[in-house]
């Protein structure tokens, strides 16, 4: 059973242009979300979170939007850089679950010249 | 060291035989998690210690796995008899207590089963 899903496994996008990476979730107890983001060889990193009070966050390049009717938030990234050429996991924690995370598999994000 | 410090980096270990990957939070953080992912799939949850609570197991696979927490710091995850679909990264991560902060990765270490 999937609560966190991302159903594109790969998004290619040109330099400069925007990046819209997408997540669903089905558990209604999640009340924070986060994405992550991973290179080949190394540990995920955090990128930027988002509370479940709020529809939108943004730190520099990076958008977060929540819909929470829809169980749906979404991570913008613009202008798209090739050093954003990574692996890009959301994730959700429930409250009460302390800080556990539930990931999605993934999005391979591919930034072109 | 400021970050989430994972050892050994990589591991290929022989079918049947017991690992033990070790694990040092970064300082100060009284969460600390077991995550792996394997080749293709998401990051599944294994294990969650906090504090001195009783550790959330959920995630562990088999009772081939099993992970301490020594002294509210270092943990090791064990792995007992290993079989090839053992193969994973397996991700370690800390955080600070409460619900709502982001928790910080290792770097991983590489279990590859033959």
């Known amino acids: 059973d999937q609560q966190v899903k991302q159903n594109s496994p790969s998004l290619s996008v040109q330099e400069g242009r925007i990046s819209i990476l997408n997540c669903d979730y089905t558990?209604?107890?999640?009340?924070?979300f986060l994405w992550y983001k991973k290179y080949p060889a190394e540990g995920p990193t955090f990128l930027i979170s988002i509370s479940s009070i709020k529809d939108k966050n943004e730190d520099g390049r990076f958008t977060v939007f929540l819909n929470k009717s829809a169980k749906h938030l979404s991570l913008h990234i613009v202008p798209s850089q090739p050093g954003d050429s990574a692996v890009y996991f959301c994730a959700a924690s429930a409250k009460g679950g302390g800080n556990k995370l539930t990931f999605g598999t993934g999005t391979q994000l591919k930034v072109e010249l | 060291g400021a970050g989430v410090s994972q050892s050994p980096s990589n591991k290929v270990t022989e079918k049947g035989k017991d690992v033990e990957l070790r694990c040092d939070p970064i300082?100060?953080?009284?969460?600390l998690y077991w995550y792996r992912q394997s080749l293709g799939q998401g990051l599944e949850f294994l294990i969650y210690?906090?504090?001195?609570?009783?550790?959330?197991k959920s995630g562990l696979p088999s009772d081939r796995f099993s992970a301490e927490r020594t002294g509210g710091s270092v943990s090791t995850l064990t792995i007992q008899r290993t079989q090839q679909e053992d193969s994973a990264v397996y991700l370690c991560?800390?955080?600070?207590?409460?619900?709502?902060?982001?928790?910080?990765f290792g770097e991983g270490s590489w279990l590859t089963v033959v």
């Open positions: 300082s100060g953080h009284t969460a």
């Open positions: 991560a800390s955080s600070f207590r409460q619900g709502g902060n982001t928790i910080y």
């Open positions: 210690f906090q504090g001195n609570s009783a550790p959330d």
């Open positions: 558990n209604s107890m999640f009340d924070y």
